[in-house]
């Protein structure tokens, strides 16, 4: 079983500081793991994608996430926000096992809001 | 390229009544999903479609629900009779293996009233 925890529904920051989006998962076989970004009115689009290779990902838009399988964490991370990044943001895993590549699990979403 | 497209954008429909919805996967694009986020809630698989052939409809919630794919092309969901708490927001999303990008559509939602 897979599952995943977004520990803040919402997160508000000042245009040009720091973005911490935080992610908690648990699976039971080795995860892939994305974050997608929604944009009103928009689909969901992919961020980036932790699928065993190098623990710290980069995305587009200046994203990155680190994998840290010892804390089950994959936390988003951006190091000056802009207007345009105020969007909700999916962390989600997918179990690499027998459905591998199937099955996404969606964590409940952050909606992100910048300040000017 | 044209991306994953759904119809309507929206819809509002009486209890009891049927709503078709339809997903219109990349071009190439063998594998096609369907996922629902209810109000407040987190967004959940409903099926997986590989071509024509239901891989795992796991997700789907009742048999109010019923989806397909002819041809392993477009994908439609109809919803009959439709309740209360089937209101919420209709993901389709194709990609064209296990394990690759899934590209999602703008979502369809749907309202019952």
Redesign the interface.
């Known amino acids: 079983a897979q599952s995943v925890t977004q520990l803040d529904s919402h997160v508000s920051v000042s245009e040009g500081t720091p973005v911490l989006l935080r992610c908690n998962y648990s699976s039971s076989y080795s995860p892939s793991l994305f974050w997608y970004v929604q944009h009103p009115n928009k689909g969901l689009q992919l961020l980036l994608k932790y699928t065993s290779a190098a623990t710290l990902v980069k995305g587009i838009n200046g994203f990155e996430a680190e994998f840290k399988k010892s804390e089950t964490s994959f936390h988003l991370t951006k190091p000056s926000a802009h207007m345009s990044d105020a969007a909700e943001y999916f962390c989600v895993v997918s179990d690499r096992g027998r459905n591998a590549g199937n099955m996404l699990t969606f964590g409940g979403g952050t909606r992100l809001m910048v300040k000017p | 390229e044209a991306?994953?497209t759904q119809f309507p954008s929206h819809s509002v429909i009486e209890k009891g009544q049927t709503v078709t919805l339809r997903c219109d996967p990349i071009s190439g694009h063998d594998?096609l999903?369907w996922?629902r986020r209810v109000m407040g809630?987190?967004?959940?698989?409903l099926l997986?479609f590989v071509k024509e052939s239901k891989?795992?409809e796991?997700?789907m919630p009742n048999n109010r629900f019923l989806a397909e794919r002819t041809g392993g092309t477009y994908s439609t969901l109809k919803v009959q009779p439709a309740e209360l708490e089937d209101s919420g927001v209709y993901?389709c999303?194709s990609?064209s293996?296990?394990?690759?990008?899934?590209?999602?559509?703008?979502?369809t939602r749907l309202t019952v009233v």
């Open positions: 991306g994953v594998n999903y996922y809630k987190e967004i959940k698989f997986h891989q795992d796991s997700g993901f999303a990609s293996g296990p394990g690759t990008e899934a590209f999602f559509g703008q979502g």
